[in-house]
């Protein structure tokens, strides 16, 4: 049990059946579980063992910090690099065995002397950048590239790569660019092929395409989000359900009167007598302050309004006369219709990636099966 009463409780029964529920939707391709950010806010280490126990082939994480974290903590399976790391890592890279997605020749003679001198190997993947304008090289550069890699005798060209920008949409301008960033794609593709140059692992699709796009697929997916229970707002969810409850506990209650003001700047006054509760969890546990006068939080089957402003530390409800006491746990966010963390992004005109990673280190994790 955990002794802090704001917690995030990470069920992780709910997240093996996630990943169970993608694998049969992805079918026969390799799956790697994007764990960057702190498994968008679920713990990378406990997440990574329990996605690797459940199927996913590899992990793939945004800084190469995050790949040292899942080596030193014993993780074996192959670790991609997503994003472009400062040469002055490339030593760790090599150290760590990670694999690095390039989208520059900047490091490769850094990885090639490394690798060298610790008598290694190291698979590297090719970033296609065909429409996100982001990281990575244009189609047509493509093949330069791979004979660049080709010519460090201690790099393996093993993978080549691209990341949609607008595959979470359905408009139509949304379809028609995810079509045509396919379709860069495999102009990249062919050319290597045509050049005889062979590519085990390609892989392009992301949460919203794993689900929804299998013309995407290529031989690897490539998800985060749907495996933390969301996705994206303008489709159906295939039944996956939110891995974190964020949750808390009723710390002080108290009659206001009608007419007194509540929390800073006086933001809300109390309408007429009635009891507020004062909940231990503030923006700065990561409850957007936006929340103030707007957002709810649920006890016992039954959701409260959040009266005056959000403080860093605290939040107050108006809880009327029911019958709540003190340690009555709170609902901030969850598995719950109203207050998941996908509604709650909603109506902060925002998507669940910013809430779940915006739960702060000090709220602790708590993990149940
Ligand atoms: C974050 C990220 C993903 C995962 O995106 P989701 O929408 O969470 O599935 C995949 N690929 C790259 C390159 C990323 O940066």
New binding site residues.
Partial sequence: MSLQTTIAEINLTVFENNIKKIKNIAKAVRTVL?V?ANAYGHGIVPISFTGLNAGVDAL?V?TVNEGVTLRENGITAPILV??QHSISESELVCYYNLTPIVTNNLALSYYQNYCKRMNKKMDVYIKVDTGLSRMGVRPEEVLDFAKEILSHDCLSLHGITT?FAASDGCEKADIEFTKNQIRLFNCAIDSLKSNNINIKDIQAA???ATLFLPEAYFNTV?????AYGYTPDDFENPSLEPVMSFKSKVLVIKAIKKGESVSYSMTHTASKDTRIAVVPVGYSDGLPRAFSNKGKFKIKDKYYPIVGRICMDSTIIDIGNDDINLEDEVLIFGNDEVLSAQALAKELNTIP?EIITGISERVHRVYIK
């Avoid at 490539?222 to 749907?226: K, T």
């Fill in positions: 994007v960057k793939g945004a997503l994003f990341h992301n949460s919203a490539r998800f985060g989000l749907a990636h």
